[in-house]
Structure formats: C-alpha cells, structure tokens
C-alpha cells in the first residue's frame, strides 16, 4: 500500500516568533485534505540575496526547494520572514509553480510592523493564510481569479490581500477538486 502523500510546510529562519505554525498547519490541512509535514528549512536563503535590491530573488529559493524535495511530497511551501522580489516586480508576497510543487510565502510586507503600525498578530495569520492558499492554488492549476473576494485573486499590495476573502470562490474550488483528484 503506497503512503499518502504530504504537503511540507518549509519554515525560513525566525519565521515561528511570528506566527503559530500549528494554527496555520491546521487551516492548510482542513483546506487540501492531505497530510502535512512542517519543518525547518535547511536551505540557505543567501544564494537568493541580491545585494543591489536587498531582497530575496523568490524564483531561485523555489528551485532548491525543488532540488531538495522529499520522495513523499506531493507539494511544498516555504515561509519566509524577508523580502521577496522577482525581477519585473518590486517585490512579491509570494510566488509558486503552476501546476507545480512547490511555492514560497513571505511575512515581510503581511506584517503591520513594516506599515510602522503596532504587531496584531491575528491579522498576520489571516494575510498569511490566504497568502499559502494562494500559493498552493497555482501548483494545483489554479490562475488570478477576477472575482476580488477569491483566494485566487491577485495583491499588488496589503490592502488587496486584505479585501480577499477567505476562500476559493465556486469555480476556483471546482477546478481546484479537479486538479487534486487528477
């Protein structure tokens, strides 16, 4: 009998003194159907760094995490507490495959401390969460959904990730079981 496959849940650095991982652990789990793994990273984020922007090249992170995937994962996501970018963009909240297996997530800009504003630390989980759900949705297929209250539609910036809602909208759900039972 084969074993189920999991979704790895990859922690960068100091990313647990900001979040609950076993809260967002459970969100995750309840929302794919499959088991989850969450670890620390053993990749070295400093391959990424570009010294010119300050950031983290977000493209080059999801290709060693690709090189260093277990035989049992059936997707993958990297949480990050730095700045991501990719080149045609000032930055990004975060990046995936589609239809691949793996994304990356990063807190840096979902945090209300880089706002200059006090830490509310339910906010971050709810910007987070929708951040991996998103993530996760390209390495199932999934494209930006026009419907502005869909997991699936796109951010440019914090107030975007904030009028999300919390969910797949029907057709992004249909197409999401689609793809996870294919």
């Known amino acids: 009998?084969?074993?189920?496959?999991?979704?790895?849940?990859?922690?960068?650095?100091?990313?647990?003194?900001?979040?609950?991982?076993?809260?967002?652990g459970r969100v995750i789990q309840k929302e794919f159907r499959?088991?989850?793994?969450?670890t620390s990273s053993?990749?070295?984020?400093?391959i990424a760094y570009d010294d010119s922007r300050s950031q983290y090249y977000s493209t080059k992170i999801l290709k060693e995490m690709l090189s260093h995937l277990p035989?049992?994962?059936?997707?993958?996501v990297g949480i990050v507490s730095f700045d991501l970018f990719i080149p045609i963009l000032t930055f990004v909240f975060g990046e995936a495959q589609l239809?691949?297996?793996?994304?990356?997530?990063?807190?840096?800009?979902l945090r209300q401390e880089y706002y200059g504003l006090p830490p509310n630390p339910p906010l971050l989980h709810r910007r987070l969460i929708k951040e991996i759900k998103h993530e996760l949705g390209h390495t199932f297929g999934l494209i930006h959904c026009p419907k502005r209250e869909c997991i699936m539609s796109v951010?440019?910036?914090?107030?975007?990730?904030?009028?999300k809602g919390m969910d797949f909208c029907?057709?992004?759900?249909?197409l999401l079981e689609r793809n996870r039972k294919g």
């Open 99 to 109: 239809n691949g297996k793996v994304g990356i997530v990063s807190i840096f800009r």
């Open 155 to 163: 951010a440019h910036n914090v107030m975007d990730v904030d009028s």
């Open 1 to 24: 009998m084969k074993a189920s496959p999991y979704i790895y849940i990859y922690l960068f650095g100091d990313v647990e003194d900001w979040i609950d991982t076993e809260e967002v």
């Open 71 to 76: 035989n049992d994962a059936l997707r993958a």
């Open 34 to 38: 499959y088991p989850l793994k969450i």
């Open 42 to 46: 053993e990749i070295d984020p400093q």
């Open 170 to 174: 029907k057709d992004c759900k249909d």
